[in-house]
């Protein structure tokens, strides 16, 4: 496992950049990647746009997403609205490399239907699809991407994508399940903020068994790396 702790959210955000613009650079593409919603990847997003168009080769790029919320892809809770509006579209990225979870379909069919479209499009190791990459946050009840404390068991699901439901508005999402994840080869967690600060002691520290109430704390990729990168402030009160 491996730390990296910037000043502030926007150096979180360009020390990832930095490191995935090494990391693309230094592999043949296609290269399948995850996104995610929430604060940081929005940072990131826009980084992306504003400075590293140029830098890459994107249509090398498939973007996919850990989770989404079941709306339209207008809605403003869309994942997919979010990455669309900040990078997706300023840097043209062809439709054919944007792979979304379809939040306007019956939420049930539309897991089903992404996890074929996964293992239609992605590499397979004991039948599950690998990402080249997932980018995930976590929440300070501990959860990622939707899988929330309440709903441990889709840290073991057999299905590729589930549905899953936000504990406190009750909202329907679509997840990528915990072998799905810990199946990638590389994980990177983006966490910032003083919220997320006894959470990261317990998950990255000495939380011993506490820590294991914490979906985040699951993630472990098999045969992958993990990365975790945060501010100074999450940080706060992990010994690294
Ligand atoms: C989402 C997520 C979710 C998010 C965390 C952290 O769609 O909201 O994928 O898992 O990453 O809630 O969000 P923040 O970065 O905003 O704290």
Request: glycine share 8%; charged share 20%; proline share 7%.
């Amino acid at each position: 496992m491996h730390i990296h702790i910037s000043d502030s959210p926007a150096q979180v955000a360009r020390s990832f950049a930095e490191f995935f613009e090494g990391w693309v650079k230094e592999k043949q593409g296609p290269l399948h990647i995850a996104l995610s919603g929430g604060s940081t990847p929005a940072v990131l997003y826009r980084l992306w746009a504003a400075e590293f168009a140029d830098l890459m080769d994107w249509e090398q790029l498939h973007f996919y997403w850990g989770d989404e919320r079941c709306v339209p892809p207008d809605d403003e809770e869309s994942n997919y609205k979010m990455a669309d509006d900040l990078f997706l579209s300023p840097l043209q990225i062809p439709s054919c490399n944007i792979h979304r979870m379809r939040g306007e379909l019956p939420p049930e069919a539309e897991a089903g239907r992404y996890g074929e479209e996964l293992k239609d499009n992605l590499p397979l190791i004991n039948g599950l699809p690998v990402f080249d990459l997932i980018i995930l946050g976590m929440g300070g009840d501990g959860h990622t991407a939707s899988i929330f404390p309440g709903q441990m068991e889709l840290l073991q699901s057999q299905e590729i994508c589930a549905l899953a439901k936000h504990p406190v508005s009750g909202q329907e999402r679509i997840t990528l399940t915990g072998p799905v994840i810990n199946n990638a080869r590389t994980v990177v967690f983006l966490v910032t903020g003083k919220s997320k600060q006894e959470r990261l002691q317990e998950i990255l520290g000495e939380g011993g068994e506490r820590a294991q109430q914490y979906p985040a704390a699951h993630i472990k990729p098999a045969h992958g790396q993990l990365h975790w990168f945060l501010d100074q402030q999450a940080a706060h009160k992990v010994s690294v």
